[in-house]
């Protein structure tokens, strides 16, 4: 009887730790010999686009790929909701333009909190842990515009954070980009804020320190190859370079590391040394220039995977990588291309959540899944009629109107469908014209130069999109059998401690 009840309490047991895993990915991972959790990276999660992915195949998404943290630019509703009860931890931002009222009023701060915050805390479950208070916005290309705002804006989110009751769950953030701090010698160890904010810094820097909050910086090594020709390229990887910038006693190979200590030098210097940092966007872009390519946006991020993985940090503090959040999670075709083309193209997943290139996130899961239950519309493309020239003066000036409205950034030099003819251009951009309208009647009649079809005139690397049907998306997979099997699977492979427990399972029962 004694064994009897030892194998009934081991079942039972493991019976409830299969049940947590189906609520939470990372449940129990720990089950895993070596296996260290749930992914320890987040991402960043945008939805400026003509047909954004619905929000819950966007959670879906990151639940089956173990994805336990997001941080979101806004309040979005529909996205907070879908959040909901997930497992996911929530950053959430308050835009620039809200900087101006929070600042001026405490009581514009707490109606924020409490619209934004609390209710989804407390009605739908929302697991929100940092409200970011605007998105860098000390950039030297604003010239001063929100410094004297941002201080005071988070001086009362953090008051209506204090009233709500919430300041020991929720803490305040600012993402800064890293011009926020120079180095007079170019190296790390002569990191100090830019003088023109200096003060600004250290009272916040003190503020977030007092409170028990983190700074957030945005770290690019992408910007510096696109923004100096003369940039060494393999310094912007993990995978080593010949010439190593020499500071002191250590050796940079990297770009990140050296401009992540030089944010710590800076802190150090002014007394800062135990404020902890997020590196809030980091990532590299797969189209719009020609280093924003697949191949080195895999070999970027895997580096920066493998380092955390590793639990690898930065010579001024190696016993841990930060907090890190990639940029991003899905292509935004509605984002402006102001900084360049590539700004469209930071996914790791294209816009519908198909998978660009495979990227492994932590030891005990092998590869990515793409997003389920995506619908899309009409598989129909507009493209330039046969019967038309090219020398037509208004093909020309239909291009400009299509590329005006929608998305052509691919078109681009060095981009991935800058290889197209001229004819294989045009369709390009009616297209893309005509997705963006959603396939309505007469977005395809450009001066009558222009025809739909049913051939996918995709050509190599040059993908010619259908759009998201945001309006008719699977909330569940169907309970036929063919897709129970089909479920089951994803199941396991979402969850692999799952395999697991059933194996355990089984092994109990035949004993």
């Not at 008051?159 to 120079?182: C, E, F, H, M």
Request: hydrophobic letters at 40%; charged letters at 15%.
């Amino acid at each position: 009887m004694g064994i009897r009840r030892r194998r009934l309490s081991l079942l039972l047991l493991l019976l409830l730790l299969l049940c947590c895993s189906c609520r939470d990915p990372a449940a129990v991972t720990w089950l895993i010999p070596g296996a260290d959790g749930a992914v320890q990276v987040g991402f960043n999660w945008g939805v400026k686009a003509f047909h954004p992915l619905p929000p819950d195949v966007v959670v879906r998404l990151l639940r089956d790929n173990g994805v336990t943290k997001v941080k979101l630019f806004e309040a979005e509703p529909q996205a907070l909701r879908a959040l909901g009860k997930s497992g996911i931890q929530v950053m959430v931002g308050v835009p620039n333009d809200l900087l101006q009222p929070m600042a001026s009023s405490v009581s514009s701060a707490v109606n924020w909190v409490v619209q934004n915050v609390s209710s989804y805390i407390s009605k739908h479950g929302v697991d929100i842990r940092y409200v970011a208070v605007g998105n860098e916005p000390f950039l030297t290309t604003y010239k001063g515009m929100y410094q004297e705002t941002t201080f005071p804006a988070l001086q009362n989110i953090q008051a209506a954070l204090i009233k709500a009751g919430l300041s020991r769950q929720v803490k305040v953030t600012v993402p800064l980009n890293a011009d926020v701090y120079q180095s007079e010698s170019g190296l790390p160890s002569g990191g100090d804020f830019r003088p023109d904010i200096r003060p600004l810094m250290l009272s916040i820097v003190r503020f977030l320190l007092d409170n028990g909050a983190p700074l957030t910086i945005n770290i690019y090594p992408f910007l510096s190859l696109y923004a100096d020709p003369n940039f060494p390229l393999d310094y912007a990887f993990f995978d080593g370079v010949s010439s190593p910038v020499v500071d002191g006693s250590v050796q940079y190979t990297n770009v990140f590391e050296a401009n992540y200590d030089t944010l710590i030098w800076a802190l150090e210097k002014n007394g800062f040394s135990t404020l902890p940092v997020i590196v809030g966007e980091i990532g590299w872009p797969t189209d719009g220039d020609s280093h924003g390519t697949v191949e080195n946006a895999r070999r970027f991020n895997q580096g920066l995977m493998n380092r955390i993985m590793r639990g690898q940090g930065t010579p001024k503090r190696p016993s841990t990588p930060p907090d890190t959040y990639l940029f991003g999670l899905l292509d935004e075709d509605a984002k402006s291309i102001d900084p360049g083309d590539f700004e469209r193209h930071w996914g790791v997943f294209y816009y519908d959540g198909r998978l660009k290139y495979q990227l492994k996130l932590d030891a005990g899961r092998d590869q990515l899944v793409p997003a389920r239950g995506v619908r899309y519309m009409r598989n129909q493309w507009c493209v330039l009629s046969p019967a038309a020239s090219i020398d037509n003066p208004e093909v020309s000036m239909s291009m400009d109107y299509a590329c005006g409205f929608a998305d052509c950034t691919s078109l681009g030099s060095g981009s991935s469908c800058n290889g197209l003819d001229a004819r294989g251009k045009i369709s390009y951009a009616f297209n893309q014209y005509y997705q963006a309208a959603s396939q309505a009647i007469g977005a395809c009649n450009f001066q009558n130069l222009s025809v739909s079809t049913t051939a996918d005139p995709s050509q190599g690397q040059c993908l010619f999109q259908i759009a998201i049907d945001t309006g008719t998306h699977e909330s569940a997979p169907s309970s036929s059998g063919a897709s129970r099997s089909s479920s089951t699977a994803l199941f396991f492979q979402a969850h692999p401690a799952a395999v697991l427990v059933a194996s355990l399972l089984s092994l109990l029962l035949l004993t």
